[in-house]
């Protein structure tokens, strides 16, 4: 059964840093594509950052320049390393995973699995 299973949220200043962890298991090959997306209360999940099985990565404008994705295969474990946060970042947090060659980018509705999140709070 796969698990996805997200950490390192919290609450934090602005201008400060925060990485996001979220491991993976159930699952033994490495061609798989994941990414991160976030939502508010009242407001649409959106996509923040992907990393394809072949190191394509795409990234939400707004978030480009501060957000980095990364994996550690060895590890099952796929990053998000936030600098500069803002308010405006202020979210939960999901990773999600699409297993075998596809590059689902930033599309919500192609992955097929997903963590239960973590919380993300950013003040001014």
């Known amino acids: 059964q796969v698990q996805l299973v997200e950490s390192g949220g919290g609450s934090v200043q602005a201008g400060t840093s925060l990485r996001l962890s979220c491991q993976g298991s159930?699952?033994?090959?490495?061609?798989?594509?994941m990414a991160w997306f976030r939502q508010v209360p009242g407001k649409e999940r959106e996509g923040v950052a992907s990393?394809?099985?072949?190191?394509?990565?795409e990234y939400a404008e707004v978030v480009k320049g501060r957000f980095t994705i990364s994996r550690d295969n060895t590890a099952n474990t796929v990053y998000l390393e936030m600098n500069d946060l803002k308010p405006e970042d202020t979210a939960t947090y999901y990773c999600?995973?699409?297993?075998?060659?596809?590059?689902?980018?930033?599309?919500?509705?192609?992955?097929?699995?997903w963590g239960q999140g973590t919380q993300v709070i950013v003040s001014s």
């Open positions: 999600s995973l699409k297993l075998g060659t596809w590059r689902p980018g930033l599309r919500r509705s192609l992955y097929d699995y």
């Open positions: 159930g699952y033994t090959t490495e061609i798989y594509s």
């Open positions: 990393l394809a099985y072949d190191g394509l990565t």
